[in-house]
């Protein structure tokens, strides 16, 4: 993994001095953008939910190369979470409320406008899930005092040209020339691939954030165990989402692997082995994660988090329950989720894979069938 990485941005990562060096640098090209950000222009907002997680860095690269000021949100509260359940439509899930939220909050900081992409599709042959589709048109329907929103339709599915033309059209509208709008995005772009190459040396997608912006950050130590944790990228790295789910298993001792740290090509061979093929980007990463992590003899259990309401998860996650032959445990959150519940079972979680790696107990429930199969 890491000779991919190196290969990548051109240095030797395996010792801590050149990770820390890594870290400098990146320090130094997050320096860079700021002084872009010193350009007047205007300011749009960019809230701190859903597809942030995957794609922050690049945005706010083709922002800035444009000499727009970049407002983000800050990280979930219980304000925000809030404000967002109680203006979203009921039916839509825990992290489109928290968006709302987020949008919320930006309105009434004065933005010119705020970033709200229609995501159809960021690879050929997939799909987002439709909720993604319709953001913009919900938030206008529900949030009064809403800026103009930046909602730019993205489906790469149809290959670069759509998204090409659609910028194109996007800058004739706003007064700015199409080439350079194009150009700023094709420059932003290689920001994901950097923000990819960061987990895949052992980050979550939020600490690759952190680490993109400059924040140097201690590389993990080894653990007493080793879980897989799946689940979608705004539920994982937004700790009021998840109830603190990595600082809870961290505190039990628990080295928690997620699947943008692994090899995607891995990933994807692992997924297509499934006879139909999963449709959507993310259920298709999250099959894959699960086959990899279930052979790994690493890895001594997996955790899926996934939210109440939730559609392709309840298809996804069956498929990946069923597949699994190591424990596995599926936690289901929403707004009314409280702490304590979800730590009662990663305690009983992980003294159960404790008591397994131990040999403390077998595999055989008093039914007389293996604990863990189905
Ligand atoms: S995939 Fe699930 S959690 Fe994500 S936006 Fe769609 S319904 Fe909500």
Redesign the pocket.
């Given at each position: 993994m890491l000779d991919k990485i190196n290969n990548i941005l051109g240095s030797d990562l395996t010792t801590d001095s050149a990770w820390a060096g890594y870290c400098n640098r990146k320090n130094h090209v997050a320096l860079e953008g700021q002084k872009i950000k010193q350009k007047s222009g205007p300011r749009v907002g960019i809230p701190r939910a859903l597809f942030y997680y995957h794609f922050f860095p690049q945005w706010k690269r083709f922002f800035e190369n444009l000499g727009w000021e970049v407002q983000v949100s800050p990280p979930t509260n219980k304000a925000i979470a809030n404000e967002g359940i109680a203006e979203a439509v009921s039916e839509a899930?825990f992290?489109?409320k928290v968006h709302y939220g987020h949008s919320l909050y930006l309105s009434r900081q004065g933005v010119d406008l705020i970033f709200a992409p229609r995501l159809i599709s960021i690879e050929r042959r997939s799909y987002i899930?439709p909720?993604?589709m319709g953001i913009p048109d919900m938030l206008r329907a529900q949030i009064k005092s809403l800026p103009p929103l930046f909602d730019i339709s993205i489906d790469l599915s149809q290959g670069s040209r759509h998204l090409n033309r659609q910028l194109r059209q996007w800058a004739l509208e706003t007064g700015l020339s199409p080439h350079q709008v194009e150009q700023a995005w094709q420059q932003a772009e290689r920001e994901t691939d950097y923000l990819n190459s960061i987990c895949r040396a052992g980050f979550r997608l939020g600490e690759a954030i952190r680490i993109w912006e400059g924040h140097p950050m201690a590389k993990k130590g080894p653990a007493a165990l080793n879980i897989g944790v799946l689940g979608?990228c705004y539920t994982l790295n937004d700790s009021f989402v998840n109830l603190n789910l990595f600082g809870r298993l961290q505190e039990m001792g628990v080295n928690a692997v997620t699947v943008e740290m692994a090899d995607p090509d891995l990933v994807h061979k692992a997924a297509d082995q499934l006879p139909k093929r999963v449709f959507w980007t993310?259920g298709r990463d999250l099959v894959g994660g699960a086959l990899v992590y279930d052979r790994d003899p690493a890895i001594d259990g997996i955790i899926y988090m996934t939210?109440f309401?939730?559609?392709?998860?309840s298809m996804v996650a069956k498929v990946i329950e069923r597949r699994m032959k190591k424990p596995f445990m599926l936690l289901t959150v929403d707004e009314h989720s409280g702490e304590a519940g979800l730590i009662t079972r990663l305690e009983a979680f992980c003294d159960m894979l404790r008591r397994r790696r131990d040999r403390v107990e077998d595999n055989i429930s008093p039914h007389g069938k293996f604990s863990y199969s189905h």
């Open positions: 899930c992290p489109v899930c909720k993604f979608h993310v939210c309401g939730c559609g392709p998860d």
